[in-house]
Each structure stands twice: as structure tokens, then as C-alpha cells.
């Protein structure tokens, strides 16, 4: 799309919701996915599960969590669960921030916008990351993940519907931004309008269906840094 489609969906947007891995900052940027994947494997084999070969090579710990809760077996779901969380936490204390992710924060809490994150970790480890960097007074509500229930994460609309209803808002007067083909997905289906962030090669191309995409946060920010009140 070009440049004034973006400003008219940012212009209509009383409400911004924010992924927060990708348009905040890389959550495993000096904590590496892969290695926690690997972690969450060891607790799904020393609980007895067999691994099929696909997962053996999997680097996105949030596919095994997936996986496991496709047992019947909810106290195994919890512990991946479990562990999962306290490694997002600990990568969050060192996780890469978004150039501009921060101003876009600021520039709409300025604007009069509020601000949600809808994201696919865990709420707590969104909140740590905001906390310490001075973020948190202006981010509310934080969705993250359902605990131990990987069927509600994004592509699955239930996070943006509940920011949406916990903002008291109304879809068409949000707009998700966010980096993946499931934030594009949950926001469509929640009838929310969506621009996606394409921060690495090829993923204009995935993002295809988003309203509008953007190169680089900073196109957000400077939008928004021009309605401040």
C-alpha cells in the first residue's frame, strides 16, 4: 500500500495493539530459541513422550508447546508450560529492542491512543521487558499466553478479542501490528484492521494480506509523533 494508506489507518486508530516479539523487541536475541527448544524437548522425553523426527530439529519453542498439549495429558502441557515461562523470562532481561519500538509506544500513549500488547509469550515476560525499560505505565492491557493452552495463541483470534474487549473498544477502531502471518490472521478474524512489519527478507511477501506493512517501526512512530495532543 502506498504512504497515505498507512496514514489513514493510523490516522482511524484510537487503539494500538502490539506483538510483542518483532515490533518491541527480539525475545531471544542473546537467549537462543533453539536452545530452549531443546530444553522443553528433554521435559516432554523425560516425561516419556516420544518425539516425532520434525519436532527433533524444531528451533521455535512455542511449536513445542504446541506439541504438547496434543496429549491427553494436561499436567504435561503445565510443565512444558512452566518451563517455557521461565526461560522467556530470563531471555527477556536480555532481549534485543525494536529501533523505534519505544517511540511507538510513547508517540501513541502521547497521541491519546492507548496502547495493548497481544502476544504469543507469556504475559509476564512481556511485563518484565516493559517494566525494565520503563515502558510498563504506558501498556495496558497485556494479553499473552493462555496458560498451558497453546490452542488460544495467534492465529487463533482469542488474544485480540480480549485486548479488544478489555480496551472496551470497538475491531475497526483498533490496529494490530505485528510480524507474523498469525498476527495477521488473529486480526482479520477478529475484524481488526492490521499492518504487518516486515523486519526480515522475504516477508513482504508473507505479509501480503496485512492492510499496509512497514519496513521499519520508525514509519509507525514518525505517524504518530505527528498527532501527538
Request: proline residues 7%.
Amino acid at each position: 500500500m502506498t504512504a497515505p494508506d498507512l496514514a489513514t489507518l493510523v490516522d482511524r486508530a484510537r487503539y494500538l495493539l502490539l506483538d510483542f516479539d518483532g515490533p518491541i523487541c527480539r525475545v531471544f536475541a542473546n537467549h537462543s530459541a533453539a536452545t530452549i527448544a531443546a530444553e522443553l524437548r528433554r521435559v516432554l522425553v523425560d516425561q516419556g513422550v516420544s518425539l516425532p523426527e520434525a519436532l527433533l530439529t524444531e528451533s521455535d519453542p512455542l511449536e513445542i508447546m504446541r506439541y504438547s498439549a496434543t496429549f491427553r495429558r494436561p499436567g504435561l502441557a503445565r510443565r512444558v508450560e512452566e518451563a517455557l515461562r521461565a526461560a522467556e523470562l530470563l531471555a527477556v532481561r536480555s532481549a534485543e529492542p525494536t529501533p523505534y519500538g519505544r517511540e511507538v509506544i510513547v508517540a501513541a500513549h502521547h497521541s491519546g491512543r492507548r496502547v495493548a500488547i497481544v502476544s504469543n509469550n507469556s504475559a509476564e515476560a512481556v511485563r518484565t521487558y516493559l517494566t525494565e525499560r520503563r515502558l510498563a505505565g504506558y501498556v495496558h492491557p497485556i494479553i499473552g499466553r493462555a496458560f498451558a493452552d497453546p490452542a488460544r495463541m495467534k492465529p487463533n483470534p482469542w488474544p485480540v478479542i480480549a485486548a479488544v474487549r478489555e480496551l472496551g473498544a470497538q475491531p475497526e477502531a483498533c490496529l494490530l501490528i505485528g510480524d507474523s502471518t498469525s498476527d495477521v490472521d488473529a486480526a482479520q478474524a477478529a475484524r481488526v484492521p492490521v499492518i504487518g512489519y516486515a523486519n526480515k527478507p522475504g516477508k513482504r511477501t508473507r505479509l501480503a494480506k496485512a492492510d499496509a506493512i512497514i519496513d521499519s517501526m520508525a514509519e509507525l512512530a514518525s505517524l504518530l509523533a505527528a498527532d501527538e495532543l
